[in-house]
Every structure is written in structure tokens, then in C-alpha cells.
């Protein structure tokens, strides 16, 4: 399973929420569907809560950053979807799942299943290996990510 985990607050948010939309379009959606084999998490680093979207069972998840950025607000709004749920009082920690790959240096090659974390908001997280994909946006991070795995996926 790959899990693609957005470091953010409340504040970024309300002041950057397409980025947050981008991103759940960019770790879930591939040209003909939604990834079942992936899922997204928002971790509001402030609130200690986060936004799960699974893309084996979430339904009109559409490319559009309007419609995708609705579906987060909504869900944290509490507003119930197929596949979106809202994680009240949880840590960072349990929302990660071994091995974890970040933007910073390096070539790590993506294994079959891993955690790969996106910043918005500066976050203490242990990390296996690096990408290299740190000064691209989240959204690009995950898309680039994602691709490398469909490669990784081919050749095995």
C-alpha cells in the first residue's frame, strides 16, 4: 500500500488550500480512476487530527482542485464520505507506516509499499530514505513519487 502523508496546519489550510487539494489528486488519481493500492492522509500538525482518504472505497474524487479541495473541507467540517474519514486526537507517529521516504536528499528507489511525507509545516518525522524531491511542491513530490513506484512496479 502506498500512503502519501501531507504535514500541515489549520493555517496553511485556510491560507493554501488548493495546494491540499492537488495533493490528494496527485497521490490518489492516475488517468483512468483512483489508485486503489494508495491512500492520502492531511496530518493538521496543530490540531492533532487528521483527514484519511482510501482509494480503494472513496467515491467522485475528480481531478479538479475545486471539487477535491471541497472534499477535505467538508470532511473537516465532519461531513461524512465514502472513503474520507476524519481522525480526531492522533499523533503523526501512528499515522506512519515503515519505510518512510521524504523530499529530502538522496535516490531512494521506492520499495513496494511505503510512507511517502510531504511538509507544509515542519514535523520530527524518522525517515528510511530520501528522494531528493524536497524543493518541489507537495503535490509534485507525490505525482513524481508515484510515477517512479508504477516504474518500480513494471520491472518487478
Known amino acids: 500500500m502506498r500512503r502519501f502523508v501531507l504535514v500541515t496546519s489549520t493555517r496553511a ?3 493554501q488550500p488548493y495546494v491540499h487539494g492537488k495533493a490528494l489528486v496527485a497521490a490518489l488519481l492516475i488517468s483512468n480512476g483512483i ?3 494508495a491512500e492520502f492522509v492531511a496530518y493538521f500538525i ?3 487530527r487528521a483527514i484519511r482518504v482510501l482509494g480503494n472505497s472513496v467515491r467522485s474524487l ?3 482542485e475545486e471539487s477535491s479541495t471541497g472534499l477535505l473541507r467538508r470532511a473537516l467540517r465532519g461531513a461524512r464520505h465514502p472513503g474520507v474519514k476524519l481522525i480526531e486526537r492522533v499523533s503523526l507517529a501512528n499515522l506512519i507506516r ?3 521516504v521524504d523530499g529530502r536528499r538522496g535516490v531512494c528507489k521506492p520499495p513496494r509499499d511505503f510512507t511517502y511525507v510531504a511538509y507544509l509545516e515542519p514535523a520530527d ?3 528510511d530514505c530520501g528522494a531528493g524531491l524536497g524543493d ?3 503535490h509534485h513530490q507525490f505525482a513524481v513519487f508515484n ?3 508504477d516504474r518500480q512496479e513494471v520491472v518487478r
Open 136 to 138: 518541489m511542491p507537495p
Open 125 to 127: 518525522v524518522e525517515v
Open 13 to 15: 489550510f485556510a491560507e
Open 147 to 149: 510515477i517512479a513506484a
Open 98 to 100: 515503515r519505510p518512510v
Open 46 to 48: 496543530d490540531a492533532a
Open 35 to 37: 489508485r486503489e493500492d
Open 62 to 64: 475528480f481531478p479538479d
